[in-house]
Structures are given as structure tokens and as C-alpha cells.
């Protein structure tokens, strides 16, 4: 069964980088698909910000792309999220999900918080 | 960016009733190599991730109830509900995936009358 596991901190600072993790089980990154941060806003707006591929090339979404990296460390079967410079508006539920063009498998979720 | 434009926004049932969620996008999202639509439909429910229900328009996710029915082509798209049920009771949204990056609707909340 594959699962999908978000971490990391869930109050950052104005200015300072987001940074998350998404640890894969029962599926190896390297495989096929493509894995994809998306977060969900207070209000319930949902935006896609990126995806590393199998394959390692990335895609992220133009609203984002100066601020946003998305990297991995297949020894682990992780991927990470980094946002920088990062500001009240970016507080949101972020979630980290496996990708065909549909998100067929998504972690729980993890909030957080913007705010000093 | 593909716009997708989600109505309505709210909508309340009575548990038995059948109820429709349109969703429309800014351009076509119909692919003529396979011939398919590049369409999601997602349930959430509070305190829980995501989950698909339906993709390509109209291919329901394995395990998913028959009374969930995706439906249209090109730019305008719709989810059935038949004989909604109290655990139906969830936001839906609906996600474009024919040209990154990928947009979503802004959702349809589904309450009790």
C-alpha cells in the first residue's frame, strides 16, 4: 500500500524558508510518476506549486517560481519542499501527493503557520 | 493559467436527493492524441486529505460508489451524486491536469438541509 507522509515545522517565521519532507511507502520514487507539493489555503483554495519527476526533472508552478525548490534523496524515498522568503499569506495545509495528472494518493496533510 | 470555475459554491441535501456540481474551464481540456479529458473530481471531508474520486471525466477511482458519476467533455464538466447519503456530507472539487500548472476549482461545499 502506498502512503504518503508529510514533516516538518509547523509555525515559521515571515522571511524565513518553509521547509517540509514527504517520506514514500510501498512505492519507490524513482519508479514512475511524478510528486507533487500542494497546499490548501484557510478559505479552501487549493493550489498545486510543483513536482520533482521519477526521473528528478522539475515543474513548478509560475506564481511560485522564484521562491520554490523541490528536491529528493532516493536513498530514502523522500521528497522535500523549500519556500522561501515566505509571508503570512503563505500559511496553509500543505500536502504532498503521487501523481499521474490526477493525485491519486496524498500524505494527511500538514499545517503550517506563518506568523512571528 | 486554466481557470476552472466551480458552481455552486454550497449546496444542501437531503439525504435520498440526486445533486449536480458543474464545473467549467477556461479552455478546452480535451486531449486529441488519447482522446480524453484531463478532468479530476475530489471528495474531502473534514480533517482528511483528498480523495479522487473520479479522473479523465468520467472513470471512477477504484472503490469508489457507482452513484458518483463524472460526466461532459471540453470545457464543461459535471459530477452526479445519486441518492446522496449522510457520509457524502464533504467539500468536492474539481482539477484540471490537461496543462501544468495544474488548477483546481474553488470547491462545493455538500450540507444537510
Known sequence: EIQLQESGPGLVKPSQSLSLTCSVTGY??????????????????????????????TNYNPSLKSRISITRDTSKNQFFLQLNSVTTEDTATYYCARSGGAFAYWGQGTLVTVSS | DIVMTQSPSSLAVSAG???TINCKSSQSLFGSVRQKNYLAWYQQKPGQSPKLLIYLASTRESGVPDRFIGSGSGTDFTLTISSVQAEDLANYYCQQYYDTPYTFGAGTKLELK
Open chain 1, 28 to 57: 519507490t520514487i524513482t519508479s514512475g510518476y511524478d510528486w507533487s507539493w500542494i497546499r490548501k489555503f484557510p478559505g479552501n483554495k487549493m493550489e498545486w506549486m510543483g513536482y520533482i519527476s521519477y526521473s528528478g526533472s
Open chain 2, 17 to 19: 436527493e440526486t445533486v
